[in-house]
């Protein structure tokens, strides 16, 4: 039964990274392409941890990857920032709808 579960959050955590990379393809600037690709990829990661997790047990290998979850998220709004604030001192402006 563990094995569902984890395959399953697996599956949503794919689905997620998909959407984000859609997203950082599709979207019109900078700042958009930054929201949907942060967001969609911490979660995505978050859920295929949690399937690796469920897969492992409660064991040293399962924190590890909490662990390294929670360094991804730090790293990963560390960075957007510095994107969108770098693209803003460029002079990048957010779309507009007409």
């Not at 997620?16 to 990661?45: E, Q, S, W």
């Not at 859920?47 to 662990?67: C, D, E, M, R």
């Amino acid at each position: 039964m563990s094995d569902v579960v984890a395959a399953a959050l697996v599956a949503v955590g794919t689905g997620f990274f998909v959407a984000g990379t859609i997203g950082m393809l599709r979207f019109p600037d900078v700042y958009t392409r930054l929201h949907a690709l942060t967001k969609a990829d911490n979660l995505g990661l978050g859920f295929v941890v949690a399937g690796l997790a469920v897969n492992n047990g409660p064991t040293l290998v399962a924190a590890k990857l909490i662990i390294i979850w929670l360094l991804v998220l730090t790293s990963s709004g560390l960075g957007s920032h510095l994107i969108g604030r770098a693209a803003r001192e460029q002079g990048a402006v957010p779309w507009k709808r007409s």
